[in-house]
């Protein structure tokens, strides 16, 4: 007979449990996704627009914004997985599990190493914009206070330590399941600082004097069909492909998608309700990019600065500025955690399957706090590390590209069109079969190009 799939696993460990009790509805996991999707990548979008020019800018925001709804569409399917060998319903509570079990074998160690290195990128991602986020706050009370052409520069060491206190301090939450507040909080946040970075570039754009009268104002709308011009051809192809980089970084969540479906309770089914919340996220996070994207560029043009809040484009109100960097730093706490819980959950669960007894997970109490030798020694230990090498390459622009680029392909597309072929048995050179072939080759040419402009980019930083 076949397991229901929501049973619990009581006779596994502690760190192997599935949660008892699954409260998730549509609406906490619309929080979830838009945690995971509106992060740092929405700050570059008007730099990646500018890139890009009034045409090829939104229409790739778009572009990438089916490619996501399509993964989302797919990655619902996985949740609950027949065997075909001995025929049991298996439960998959994460992208990995999910690999795993449906394609097995070498695609399933390809993706776990791809899938720790994207969890890890966007540790050391979220620790350089946060970082960057609070230094801004400090130099737009520094611009107030002594003009826009005073020397306000602030080195970036202090305030990605801070940043990684903090989240050593908030990886001692036990597990996804338990940051429900976190994600919401974090979801609020990201809401109000992309509100602000459109309303601001829409005001610059328009004039403040036409908030007051339609008939006021410069009403002139920067930029131009071809984006930013250089004097290099090569050096365009290597921005192009950058902002292509940066734009596939700012949707950025399928390996949290089942983890997601997992705190769903039900009825309804958990796949009709993630087919519904993923609706409404991918939706409101476009509405969202389109408009940050769209109104930095036409408010700076040429000149649009690199991440819209913190390259100052914007020097006032600065309260407003110091409020939606505010706003940044405080989402991109929750954001690492949502999915640095991810990649805890992962080596927690293989630790206590391979050392299970070991009292080395026993709980222990300090100061009536509860804590685990496990979770303390590997989660201090990888906040460290992805502190540390945020402090040695923390070039903003570049470092989102690399990112975005280096694991879109693979974990975005190419593994859930694999498990989809194999779970729905999609018979070769069939309609449907050829055209996401076509589909798949299209995006590994894109990735491609856009891995090899950030990397371009980083050397000419780093080594420049």
């Known amino acids: 007979m076949a397991e229901n799939p929501e049973d619990v696993e009581s006779d596994k460990p502690l760190l192997m449990r599935t949660p008892h009790k ?41 572009l990438f914004a089916l490619v996501t709804f399509l993964n989302a569409s797919l990655l619902t399917n996985f949740h609950h997985y027949s065997d075909p060998i001995n025929g049991q319903t298996i439960t998959n509570h994460s992208y990995l599990q999910a690999v795993q079990n449906i394609l097995g074998g070498l695609s399933a160690r390809i993706c776990a190493f791809l899938a720790y290195f994207n969890l890890f990128k966007l540790g050391v991602v979220y620790t350089i914009t946060s970082a960057i986020s609070i230094r801004a706050i400090e130099q737009s009370n520094c611009y ?25 301090i908030a990886s001692q939450i036990p597990n996804f399941h338990t940051t429900k507040w976190l994600s919401v909080t974090a979801a609020i946040m990201s809401f109000t600082y992309s509100l602000i970075g459109s309303g601001l570039g829409l005001a610059h754009t328009i004039g403040m004097e036409l908030l007051i009268s339609i008939f006021k104002g410069n009403g002139k709308i920067e930029g131009s069909i071809g984006g930013v011009p250089t004097n290099k051809p090569i050096q365009k192809v290597w921005l192009v492909a950058q902002a292509i980089g940066d734009i596939a970084f700012s949707y950025p969540f399928p390996l949290v998608f089942l983890e997601i479906q997992s705190t769903l309770k039900s009825p309804p089914l958990k796949e009709v309700t993630m087919k519904k919340a993923s609706s409404i996220a991918v939706f409101t996070t476009t509405i969202f990019y389109l408009c940050c994207g769209g109104f930095g560029y036409a408010a700076f043009g040429n000149s649009t600065p690199g991440n819209i809040l913190t390259g100052f484009g914007f020097y006032e109100p600065y309260w407003l ?11 991109l706490i929750g954001g690492y955690q949502i999915f640095s819980q991810t990649l805890y959950a992962i080596v927690e669960r293989w630790y206590a399957e391979k050392y299970a007894g070991s009292e080395f997970m026993s709980d222990f109490e300090i100061l009536e706090i509860r804590l685990n030798p496990v979770r303390l ?4 230990s990888y906040v460290v590390l992805t502190t540390s090498i945020a402090m040695v390459f923390p070039y903003f622009n570049e470092v989102v590209a690399f990112a975005g680029s280096v694991t879109f392909w693979p974990l975005v597309v190419y593994f859930p069109i694999e498990m989809y072929f194999l779970q729905k048995k999609i018979v070769s050179w069939t309609c449907k079969w050829v055209l996401l072939r076509i589909f798949t080759i299209v995006c590994l040419f894109v990735s491609i190009f856009a891995l090899i402009g950030s990397i371009q980019g980083l050397i000419a930083k780093r080594f420049g």
Do not use: K
Not at 321 to 331: G, R, T
Not at 377 to 380: G, L, P, V
């Open 144 to 168: 107030h206070e002594q003009g826009h052409e005073a020397d306000c520069e602030y080195a970036l060491t202090s305030y990605m330590l801070l940043f990684g206190f903090i989240q050593i």
């Open 22 to 62: 699954m409260t998730g509805n549509v609406w906490t996991a619309v929080a979830h996704i838009i945690t995971a999707v509106i992060g740092s990548g929405v700050l570059s979008l008007s730099w990646s627009v500018a890139q890009l020019g009034w045409i090829a800018g939104p229409l790739t925001l778009l």
């Open 377 to 380: 020694c590997f989660r201090t």
């Open 321 to 331: 500025i110091d409020f939606a960097n505010a706003c940044v730093f405080l989402h």
